[in-house]
């Protein structure tokens, strides 16, 4: 079995049809993470109390995009809709970009990319709805979650096994990590 194929064969789910043979290569090329999130980094589900919200994100999740800022990965949020709860979360995770409140997300990634000093190439963008779908075009590395519309699926060069908010990130970024050979002295670090 070809390495690539063990990698995504580990999770238990094929990416989506119509996959460009070289996955791992996308894999191995990403130098900036950015996600949606709602329906993404959540399971969609916003609680509401007056003026009061609250969402629930997943800790695989936040410990995840840490080891890919450990690794030098920069990593982003891109949400159409503004929230105090996600600008909370993007703060205890140090979250190197967020964007929120733009349903226009392209021109938004594409000041990311400015800063980041990368392309599209480099890029891998997770979503889950049709805001994502001119992201998941361009993005070097496409990924739809689980529980993402047919047509972020279409695009993907990855569905996840995992739902959004149930550790779909994870997912991808144990992936990232393998087919960049970081994986293994990540779990030596924390295995002393």
């Known amino acids: 079995m ?8 580990s999770f238990g789910r094929r ?10 290569a996308r894999l191995r090329r ?12 959540t399971d969609g589900t916003v609680f509401m109390a007056g003026e009061t919200e609250a969402k629930q994100f997943n800790i695989l999740d936040g410990l995840g995009l840490r080891f890919l800022q450990r690794e030098g ?7 159409g809709r503004a929230s105090p709860a996600t600008t909370q979360r993007a703060k205890d995770l140090r979250i190197d970009f ?14 990311i990319l400015g800063q980041a000093g990368v392309g599209w190439d480099q890029l891998c963008y997770v979503g889950d709805d049709v805001l994502d779908l001119g992201a998941l075009k361009r993005a070097g590395l496409a990924v739809a979650v689980a ?22 990130i994870r997912e991808v970024v144990d ?18």
Do not use: M
Not at 15 to 24: C, K, M, N, Q, V
Not at 30 to 41: E, M, Q, S
Not at 73 to 79: A, D, E, N, Q, Y
Not at 98 to 111: F, M, T, Y
């Open 2 to 9: 070809k390495k690539g194929a063990e990698i995504l064969t």
């Open 73 to 79: 990965i920069k990593v982003g949020w891109v949400s």
């Open 175 to 192: 992936l990232i990590l393998k087919a960049q050979g970081r994986w293994e002295a990540l779990v030596k670090d924390y295995s002393r």
């Open 15 to 24: 990416p989506a049809s119509g996959t460009p043979p070289d996955l791992e």
């Open 147 to 168: 529980n993402a519309i047919a047509e972020c699926q279409a695009l993907a060069h990855y569905v996840t096994r995992n739902s959004g908010g149930r550790g779909a």
């Open 98 to 111: 967020l964007s929120q409140g733009s349903h226009e997300k392209v021109p938004e990634i594409e000041k």
């Open 30 to 41: 990403v130098r900036l993470f950015l996600c949606d999130v709602d329906g993404v980094l």
